[in-house]
């Protein structure tokens, strides 16, 4: 309003008389800061001068801005005003004199990206402002990031140290040959990183720093073994020529690996049983106390202590209808509820609440990591066939196959169909009326469990696109 | 039955006895079999002349049985009963002179498994087997299993040509260091491996051939970049001092990469928002269709031909009831289409029965797909960001927060609370009738498509637990 009000066409007198009545709708301090905000005194000080604002007020403020350089004016009114962008804009303009200032403010307000796009990516000033950022980046936990800025302003020694803490170990290397490290230094740098990544199960990544960087190839041979590579194991006792390590590591870690998986599978299998037991006489609990509540023909009544708190998070929506006044409580408490189930599991503990849903969520889990096995256990079966160890491969192909046949069989008893769509289709049959329908409705929700997470209600899937046996072993 | 009455201890007198009265019991031929299955010439003779065989038939056989050496007379027996992995135990035993005829009967007989057991692994036999093992599972179209067996007897050459052909190109290698490959060779295997690799969009392992192999950095610096796989391109450059590749290609794959993902995503957002249209336009004419079907008071009437095919495949358990004649019929056409609509996807087609799934399908790989590029998104917005592109980086990293978004905010709209449940629920009112329930039961049929796969009925979850956006860009 104001810029349209100065501008040349409309004339002083026009513009006082827009700012009387403009003074009578806005507030004074409002349209004080506007007008600063234009940068023309003039204004500011017929502004000052009808709102009726003390001279002593702002005469020392302003006349110390007039003394200022242009662009140092500019930000120092912006800054007044906290419009901190222009502010940066102008600061950037005064001189490298003011560039400590610049990057003070830069690190207040946090500008780092808007400060660097004010100068070309060769000049000191974008370096220290780069620095900055990634300082404040590492302090933000953003190591990762932290790299990437370094690197981009040259401060390779920094980079290198934030990329190192980041485990983005490539990264690492650059700056390292950036920085041109001597053999010994880059030596000891990729161990350095070789035994983080090993701690995060990167064998693969981990080996490729022993044998290239810090050219230890029977240790990169080794990690790999940990990590069960066998290929790639393989092709490093190849390609330098290290045969004996097939006798004195390789056959020997194939063994451990098989021992270990015969292990695992024993431990999945009989916890899947134990659990798969104990959903079947839970349900059966269940079944019986929600019978014992239809005997008393009160349906709707409160339900019983078993699985009280089930039914108050499953049915939020269909209690709706019944209680609208506490919907609300209800639901905030349901999602609360969810809220801490997604942080930690269900409690498999006898007698819980969410038993059942516990269980359910175990046998799932039980399945997918066994299922999740094959494709390692594919790459060791081949590693013993190679090695002539048929009779072990065979067990171990036999026991995977056992145990995920079993576990495929249980899927129609632990998902039944009930669990998902209820029995109730059964019961609208020509005889049925609104009591025998209501009665199956409740039952069907003693056989379904309370379930926030509606992917546990449906059985989960193998897969099937992964050949994982050998064929030679059948 | 006949080991037990040849004992000694039973004597000759008490076996013929026996005999005779097995003779009322069991087939001639084969007790006549059985006896030949014990070695032993007297019984067999004994059972033939109570048998009341003639003589010209058996005789002259058990002749020349009677001629040969022990092992190969158990042998020709044990044959002669298809009895073959026994024929095979004894043949091993009767020395070099009859190893044609071991392998052909291995061959024939596929026993291949059970032939390798009876030579140590040092013998010309093992090897011989292993050869006509591995070309068998050559045949059969497995390589590699091919592979291993090759390798394990020592065929280097044929085991090389079978991991080629399988891609185990670690494998590959150990094999060509056996057959002490020259430089040359090696190089010009590797090169050929990589171009496999490359198909199959393997471009980590392709370069690691060119690089290691055939020493061609710059090849395996251009296939790392063919592959997005950034770090490791930024790696070699650094390792081999190829800065120059940095300005040639580096950075023009990098905005290539940039360009593919906002591409991608502008026509996964366009047929995401076309599939969610048309999907809510054939649920509303569903409904209508239903709802037509109600007003005429025949809600047990065939339905219209706009979803006939969906409800006679979905609601299989629910006419059990009803038409318990047709079931197995009914139950027999739903797994066959069940099975055909694993093979190829439902048709998109509009007003094609099953358009309604075939849309949820869409919209499901459609997020899915999305929702799967942040790990390759964020490893690009990195490389942008280490280049100076942040604007570019920006565009993109908001490109795939909206996509991403809009799709989060669809979910409720397409997997809505009726899809999973029904509406059946809200209908359980006080004032419910049979009638009510019921019509509430026609209509969630409506709304809820006939789904084999009970996925589909849920929404997709998109990953939470991967970090992808650099807050640099925020």
């Known amino acids: 309003m104001i810029t ?111 400060a660097l796009k004010l100068y070309p990516s060769d000049t000191q000033e974008y370096k220290a402002v780069g620095d900055a950022y990634g300082e404040y980046l590492n302090q933000k936990h953003l190591p990762e990031q932290a790299g990437l800025i370094f690197a981009r302003c040259g401060a390779f020694e920094k980079a290198l140290d934030a990329f190192v803490n980041s485990g983005s170990w490539q990264q690492a290397l650059c700056m390292a040959a950036q920085l041109r490290h001597t053999e010994d230094k880059l030596a000891s740098l990729a161990r350095g990183m070789a035994g983080k990544l090993v701690e995060q199960r990167k064998h693969m990544d981990a080996a490729v720093l022993l044998e290239q960087y810090a050219k230890d190839y029977e240790e990169a041979i080794l990690l790999l073994l940990e990590g069960a590579a066998w290929d790639e194991a393989l092709r490093l006792i190849y390609k330098y020529g290290r045969l004996d390590i097939l006798e004195t590591n390789f056959k020997p870690s194939l063994l451990e690996a098989h021992r270990n998986h015969l292990l695992f599978l024993e431990t999945q299998k009989a916890m899947f049983c134990r659990h798969k037991k104990r959903l079947l006489v839970v349900r059966e609990l269940k079944e019986q106390a929600r019978d014992g509540l239809l005997d008393d023909e009160a349906p709707n009544c409160p339900e019983s202590d078993l699985f009280s708190e089930t039914s108050s998070v499953v049915t939020t929506s269909d209690m709706g209808s019944k209680y609208t006044h506490s919907n609300s409580r209800i639901s905030a408490r349901s999602s609360k509820n969810r809220r801490k189930a997604e942080r930690k599991k269900h409690s498999l503990k006898e007698g819980s609440p969410l038993e059942d849903v516990a269980l359910l969520e175990a046998l799932r889990d039980a399945i997918r990591s066994t299922d999740s096995l094959k494709g390692e256990v594919r790459s060791l079966l081949k590693g013993l066939v190679l090695f002539d160890y048929d009779a072990q491969a065979q067990e171990l192909q036999q026991a995977l196959e056992e145990t995920l046949h079993s576990m495929e069989c249980s899927l129609p008893v632990i998902w039944s169909a009930d669990l998902q769509h209820g029995p109730a289709n059964q019961v609208l049959g020509p005889n049925s009326t609104a009591n025998s329908i209501m009665a199956a409705y409740q039952q069907r929700r003693s056989v379904a469990p309370a379930v926030q997470d509606a992917e546990l209600l449906i059985a989960p899937k193998l897969n099937k696109n992964i050949q994982w046996k050998l064929n030679l072993l059948q």
Not at 97 to 112: A, S
């Open 4 to 114: 349209e009000n100065t501008s040349p066409a409309a004339g002083t007198v026009s513009a006082e008389e827009a700012l009387k009545y403009l003074l009578l709708l806005v507030d004074v301090s409002e349209l004080y800061n506007h007008s600063l905000g234009t940068y023309d005194f003039d204004l500011v000080i017929m502004v000052a001068e009808k709102s009726k604002k003390d001279p002593k007020e702002y005469l020392p403020f302003l006349n110390s801005l007039k003394k200022m350089e242009e662009n140092y004016q500019h930000y120092s009114i912006d800054k007044h005003l906290k419009r901190y962008q222009k502010a940066l804009h102008h600061l950037s303009k005064c001189g490298p004199e003011h560039f400590t200032e610049f990057l003070n403010l830069v690190k207040d307000q946090k500008l780092y990206n808007e």
